[in-house]
């Protein structure tokens, strides 16, 4: 019998095959890369987390671990085999297809912003713009002083993240398949 870990690599490696643009990536993201996310989160503070692009549920694993009481998570993952497994999985989170429907989503949960919104969305092969939607309805929906934090395979979105938030930090993650460059934003 497999693993869940391995199901997952065979899922996400199966939806990469199907359709390359939408998925992003050959594999999930490591646990390297996991810990540079969420570096420097204060659980503590977040009252309210969401998640675009949730693919197989690494961060989405993360954020069930960490959050505490109160907090709420809402988790975005367009293809539905991969919604529903989460959904599964995590019941007392909150889910939906679209993350350009973030705002309207928060407003439906009663807290009309997130503190800290992640992102595994393959924004530099999504139609340029869907990208320009997302990042808007992202800006829209941060709450003062929160972050919005997003993993690329290439530095060419580094310009479009500048011009939707003021200041953007740079790392990579090298201990990743495809290493992957972390942008860390805020208003």
């Not at 139609?127 to 690329?152: D, K, M, N, W, Y």
């Amino acid at each position: 019998m497999f693993s869940a870990a391995l199901s997952d690599r065979l899922l996400f490696f199966r939806k990469f095959l199907a359709s390359p643009r939408k998925t992003g990536s050959v594999t999930p993201s490591s646990r390297y890369l996991t810990g540079k996310i969420f570096k420097g989160a204060d659980w503590s503070k977040i009252r309210c987390i969401a998640e675009l692009g949730a693919g197989t549920g690494v961060f989405t694993d993360y954020i069930e671990r960490h959050r505490q009481s109160g907090c709420k998570a809402v988790i975005f993952e367009q293809d539905n085999r991969m919604r529903d497994s989460l959904m599964l999985r995590y019941p007392d989170m909150n889910f939906a297809a679209e993350a350009e429907l973030l705002p309207w989503v928060l407003s439906s949960l009663g807290t009309g912003s997130a503190d800290l919104i992640i992102s595994g969305l393959p924004f530099s092969t999504l139609p340029r713009s869907l990208t320009l939607r997302i990042l808007g309805c992202v800006r829209e929906s941060l709450a003062e002083g929160g972050r919005f934090v997003a993993f690329q395979y290439s530095p060419a979105l580094l310009p479009l993240f500048r011009r939707f938030f003021p200041e953007v930090k740079v790392s990579l993650e090298l201990r990743n398949l495809p290493p992957a460059l972390i942008f860390d934003c805020s208003l």
